[in-house]
Nanobody, 124 residues
Framework: QVQLVESGGGLVQAGGSLRLSCAASGRTFSSYTMGWFRQAPGKEREFVATISWSGGRIYYADSVKGRFTISRDNAKNMVYLQMNSLKPEDTAVYYC?????????????????WGQGTQVTVSS
């Protein structure tokens, strides 16, 4: 089992940047597929990015491709989401998620473990 804690959210102006971090507990972190999802008020949770256990496979939602970068440091049990060129429509609660399944996927149901979320607000 793994526990996840996100940090790094906040208020930023459009065009700005934020870096989200996700700290994971557990000795088997390096074997987990990791993902970032977000949920805006009144909307369903949506996929943002995912990274395989080795970092060799990475996928992004079309809405963030070219602006966001997911990465991981298995030695530190950390996953990151670098967000650049932020837009007001990026405003949401961002969640870190972990899956014991090898294949990285965009489906939220693929992930068994979730953090509590961190708020990102982008002002226009």
């Amino acid at each position: 089992q793994v526990q996840l804690v996100e940090s790094g959210g906040g208020l930023v102006q459009a065009g700005g940047s934020l870096r989200l971090s996700c700290a994971a507990s557990g000795r088997t972190f390096s074997s987990y597929t990791m993902g970032w999802f977000r949920q805006a008020p009144g909307k369903e949770r949506e996929f943002v990015a995912t990274i395989s256990w080795s970092g060799g496979r990475i996928y992004y939602a079309d809405s963030v491709k070219g602006r966001f970068t997911i990465s991981r440091d298995n030695a530190k049990n950390m996953v990151y989401l670098q967000m650049n060129s932020l837009k007001p429509e990026d405003t949401a609660v961002y969640y870190c998620a972990a899956s014991r399944l090898v294949e990285p996927r965009a489906d939220a149901g693929w992930y068994s473990y979730w953090g509590q979320g961190t708020q990102v607000t982008v002002s226009s």
